[in-house]
């Protein structure tokens, strides 16, 4: 408890937010010294991302799972968010809470976290729609274009029942194409994930 009540008057945070973040980071295994650089990570972003301690603690061991980042690389991943949110319409909480929805689908699908990050932002900035939506349609996306590609435009969901995917997958070429991403080729077959960084983060120096 001591050692929180350092943290809090070293960090200019309720210690009862640290005790939250603490308690997620913990159920999730990591080292104390793990714990101790995402203790000071998650402080930074909630304090400018204005979201709770708890919640950017989850966000950020997702995405460090995700994209296997070590704990001390953390910070410089935060600082992408923060470029982000100064250079777009996006806000760094929610664009973190938004990449760690879909970053596990969207690194097996080759997708790096500084695409990603710009896809979110870009998108945002086009569509007027919420970091969540764009992330919940990102995230089907990556999940689905590998079934459709095999010719499966029907799934079989986890209740045992099946769900017909083309409205969906419509949906999100529409929304990816107000930013140039194509997902087929001129003969309307789809291609791989595009990587192509997008004109707001070139524009700005993020990449």
Known sequence: MSDLADKSLDYKVDI?????????LLRTGKSV??????????????????????DVAESLVTIANAYKYEADEMENVISKFLALDTASNTVAGKLS??????ASNAQMAGV????LGGYISQLKNTTGKSENEIATALNAMFSR?????????????EDGTSEDITQSLNDTERMLKNVGIQLRSSKGEF??????PLK??????II
């Open 191 to 196: 291609k791989a994930i595009p990587h192509k």
């Open 112 to 115: 790096s976290i500084d695409e």
């Open 145 to 157: 274009v590998g079934n459709v590609k095999l010719g499966k435009y029907e799934i079989e969901l």
């Open 97 to 102: 809470s938004a990449i760690a929805k879909t």
């Open 200 to 205: 707001i983060r070139k524009k700005n120096g």
């Open 33 to 54: 010294e793990d714990v101790n650089y995402l203790m000071k990570d998650t402080v930074m972003l909630a304090k400018t991302g204005f979201m709770d301690t708890d």
């Open 16 to 24: 009862s937010d640290l005790e939250k973040a603490q308690e997620t």
